[in-house]
């Protein structure tokens, strides 16, 4: 049974540019949760999707990040015009249980680096 | 202060030797957890404490939480160089319970 799988792990990109990282649950699980990780910080919570559904985004910044969970494929996290200050890891979690961090199994991390 | 926040921020131990880590809090809480990331790596899940419990072991570790000063304590037996992490406590609030609070976390340097 494979873990969460994230992709890319390490991304580099130009200010301006978009990133897209992307997350795979573990097999069965239908809640992911994005978190963000500063250097030499702890893990910030982002937001919560089920299939198709976006549950609470309160810890997104209200621009230039979005993020999605389509029925079909991975759940992805874009985030436009990147700039310095969005270098971070991005680690994605999933859950088998709705609405429970009891159960929560991290990916690796993708790890953002803007130029 | 934020929630969830560790101390000390870095400790340094001889292998054999035992590791003692703290976390506060701020609000009320379902339960605390305690996380180990390795370098570049991602996070594992060490122990869950719920808000009713005072103590739990699990192997080397050994968790208390002291819900009236919202603290708890992590403490690793015996130490091993491979213990090297960082640790991270991490709660999730009464009323928002998908929802992980971390803490800075405190690095763990084990000498061989």
């Known amino acids: 049974n494979a873990g969460v799988m994230q992709n890319p792990r390490h991304l580099v990109r130009r200010r301006g540019q978009e990133a897209r990282l992307r997350c795979s649950p573990m097999?069965?699980?239908?809640?992911v949760y994005w978190y963000r990780q500063l250097p030499e910080e702890g893990l910030k919570f982002m937001v919560y999707?089920?299939?198709?559904?976006?549950?609470?985004e309160s810890g997104m910044p209200k621009e230039r990040f979005s993020a999605e969970f389509p029925k079909e494929g991975p759940s992805i996290l874009r985030i436009q015009q990147v700039v310095r200050g969005d270098s971070a890891a991005y680690f994605c979690?999933?859950?088998?249980?709705?609405?429970?961090?009891?159960?929560?199994?991290f990916g690796e991390g993708s790890r953002l680096t803007v130029l | 202060s934020q929630q969830g926040e560790e101390d000390p921020q870095a400790l340094s131990i001889q292998e054999g030797e035992n590791a003692t880590m703290n976390c506060s809090y701020k609000?009320?809480?379902?339960?605390l957890q305690w996380y180990r990331q390795n370098s570049g790596r991602g996070l594992v899940h060490l122990i869950l404490?719920?808000?009713?419990?005072r103590e739990k072991h699990s192997g080397r570790l050994r968790v208390t939480l002291d819900t009236s000063k919202k603290s708890s304590s992590l403490l690793i037996t015996a130490s091993r160089a491979a213990d090297t992490a960082s640790y991270f406590c991490?709660?999730?609030?009464?009323?928002?319970?998908?929802?992980?609070?971390f803490g800075k976390g405190t690095l763990l340097t084990v000498n061989p």
């Open positions: 979690a999933s859950s088998p249980q709705p609405g429970s961090a009891e159960e929560l199994f």
């Open positions: 097999k069965g699980h239908s809640h």
């Open positions: 999707l089920q299939k198709e559904n976006i549950i609470d």
């Open positions: 609000t009320s809480i379902n339960n």
């Open positions: 404490i719920r808000s009713n419990e």
């Open positions: 991490a709660t999730d609030a009464v009323g928002s319970n998908y929802k992980l609070t």
